[in-house]
C-alpha cells in the first residue's frame, strides 16, 4: 500500500514540476503577460528551449500565445490563462502540503 506522501507527491503536476516550465508560469503569475524576449531574459532560457516550452504549455491551455506585428516587427506575446493559474495554485498547495507533512513525520 502506497503512503500518503508517495500518493501527494503523485498529485504534483508534471507539466508544471519541469524547472523551466517552473519559471515560466511563476514569472507569468507576477506579470500576466511578457514578450518572447523579456521571457528571454528574466527565465536565463536558450532560444530553442523556451520556445520548446512555450509550446508545451500552451498544448495544455496553461498559457496563450499571440503573435503580432507592432510597427512592423514581429513579436510574440504570451500571458498566463486561467486554467494556468489554477494549475500554479494547485501545483503550490501540492507542494507545501508535501512539505509540511514530511516535516510532521521527521519531527516524530
Avoid: C, W
Avoid at 84 to 96: C, S
Amino acid at each position: 500500500m502506497k503512503d500518503n506522501i508517495t500518493l501527494e507527491i503523485e498529485e504534483i503536476d508534471r507539466m508544471i514540476h519541469e524547472p523551466a516550465r517552473l519559471r515560466i508560469m511563476i514569472y507569468l503569475s507576477l506579470i500576466q503577460e511578457a514578450d518572447f524576449t523579456n521571457l528571454l531574459y528574466n527565465t536565463k532560457l536558450s532560444r530553442g528551449n523556451l520556445s520548446a516550452q512555450l509550446q508545451k504549455l500552451e498544448a495544455v491551455g496553461y498559457i496563450d500565445i499571440n503573435k503580432k506585428f507592432i510597427k512592423r516587427i514581429p513579436r510574440t506575446l504570451v500571458s498566463i490563462t486561467d486554467a494556468g493559474v489554477k494549475a500554479l495554485r494547485k501545483y503550490k498547495e501540492n507542494l507545501n502540503r508535501i512539505l509540511s507533512s514530511d516535516n510532521q513525520e521527521s519531527s516524530e
